[in-house]
């Protein structure tokens, strides 16, 4: 079984301040990891993903995110928030091997940002 | 590529009635489509695995009867909540799997049973 924890359910910062958003998950097998954002009344938008190679993921909108093995980590970063960065944030794992396996979420964060 | 258009968005109804929710993906086949349900500030609950052509796969404590999940082709997957109550009010997404190893998702139907 997977799990993934979200360690902040919200996070306030100011506006061209830097943001992380922890993210921390369990898996006996290897995972794909993802980070998605949502808006108010919106579906989930893919900020990026990790499935091999590189462990820092770099993704739209200046996100990036780096997938620590050893403290089976994945925490998303932005060195500069703006206001419209303010919304809902979702890491989530899937089992390695195709997109037919289903995603397990986190309990979200909450990003606010502030002027 | 790999885009799913959800519908409606939105829909009020009055509790006893049926509602259908469409999701389609656009530019690809999906023999598989994801269901889940999200309540206010809460993160997103996977209800069924719509599998073309056969049975969905329910999560436990899902009620089959419910929510009806039909997948007739590879393009369409549908969730249809039964003889709605107001405590089936909530916020409904589906996905599907993109080309590339990740999931796209549709843009949610905000169910509200009066």
């Known amino acids: 079984a997977q799990s993934v924890t979200q360690l902040d359910s919200q996070v306030p910062v100011f506006e061209e301040a830097p943001v992380e958003l922890r993210c921390n998950y369990s898996s006996s097998v290897s995972v794909y990891l993802f980070w998605y954002v949502q808006y108010p009344n919106q579906g989930l938008q893919l900020l990026l993903k990790y499935l091999s190679g590189s462990t820092l993921v770099k993704g739209i909108n200046g996100f990036e995110a780096e997938f620590n093995k050893s403290q089976t980590s994945f925490h998303l970063r932005k060195p500069s928030v703006h206001i419209s960065d303010t919304a809902e944030y979702f890491c989530a794992v899937s089992p390695p091997g195709g997109s037919n396996y289903k995603l397990t979420f986190g309990k979200g964060t909450l990003l606010t940002v502030n002027p | 590529g790999a885009v799913v258009s959800q519908h409606p968005s939105w829909v009020i109804c009055k509790s006893g009635t049926s509602v259908k929710i469409e999701c389609r993906s656009l530019d690809f086949q999906a023999t598989t489509m994801f269901w889940y349900r999200q309540f206010p500030k809460q993160s997103l609950m996977l209800m069924a695995t719509?599998?073309?052509?056969?049975?969905?796969?329910?999560e436990q404590g899902v009620e089959k009867d419910k929510f009806l999940i039909n997948h007739a082709s590879l393009t369409l997957s549908t969730l249809t909540v039964t003889s709605a109550h107001p405590e089936d009010s909530s916020f409904y997404i589906c996905?599907?799997?993109?080309?590339?190893?990740?999931?796209?998702f549709g843009s949610g139907t905000r169910l509200t049973v009066v």
């Open positions: 719509s599998n073309e052509g056969s049975k969905a796969t329910y």
């Open positions: 996905s599907g799997p993109d080309t590339r190893g990740g999931y796209t």
